[in-house]
């Protein structure tokens, strides 16, 4: 597909290895005008680097030591995603926290994808999180990014169920299973108009069928 046309232009920001953004790859880039435009990591060697080389996708690499804190970083960062053009960004995986002026900078224009539903188990180790509480259904979350710890209104969820006895490997095959489902459907959502926050600091988002 040619820049010229791309009408929903995305970039993904991830740490490891890319599963999220391959099949956000495998079900929307090159669909109906929607493109991944780049991929960016805070990691050189984050195998999601390779996924996008594959595709023919430009890269950016901003290691967290290449700058002085992490808002040069992020302002770094935030430069190059402008210069892309994108509409929206997608963290799959990303393992930074981005500087609230980075949220500003593309306020309604972040998304993320959350092993559980929030506001359940928010921040770090999620699927641990569910396993310590002893829960029987967590799940998956999608939402835009504020400048909270998954704080941001929600986009989409579905359940998981855990059951009895439930190791942690099965569980994170479920969840991640849930995560490659649901987070390219609430993206193509998104890119084709189809979602908005209800109001201006609303935590309430409105999908027209």
């Not at 010229?4 to 999220?20: H, W, Y």
């Not at 195998?47 to 992020?74: H, K, N, P, V």
């Not at 942690?168 to 995560?179: D, G």
């Amino acid at each position: 597909m040619s820049s010229s046309e791309t009408s929903f232009r995305i970039v993904v920001l991830a740490s490891g290895s890319g599963t999220n953004l391959q099949a956000i790859l495998d079900r929307l880039h090159g669909v109906e005008g929607t493109a991944v435009v780049g991929v960016g990591s805070d990691k050189p060697d984050a195998f999601a680097l390779e996924r996008a080389r594959s595709a023919g996708i430009g890269t950016g690499i901003f290691a967290r030591d290449e700058y002085a804190d992490r808002r040069a970083r992020d302002a770094a960062m935030a430069d190059w995603i402008e210069s892309l053009g994108a509409d929206l960004i997608a963290l799959a995986g990303y393992m930074q926290l981005v500087d609230p002026e980075f949220v500003g900078r593309f306020r309604g224009r972040i998304v993320n994808v959350h092993p559980a539903l929030l506001p359940s188990f928010p921040g770090l180790d999620a699927i641990g999180q569910a396993i310590e509480h002893g829960v029987r259904v967590t799940g998956v979350t999608v939402h835009f990014v504020d400048e909270g710890t998954d704080t941001g209104p929600v986009i989409a969820q579905q359940a998981v169920e855990v059951p009895a006895n439930c190791g942690r490997a099965e569980l994170e095959q479920a969840i991640h299973a849930v995560e490659h489902k649901i987070y390219p459907e609430a993206i193509g959502m998104i890119a084709a108009g189809r979602v908005r926050i209800a109001g201006e600091n609303s935590r309430q988002v409105i999908v027209d069928q």
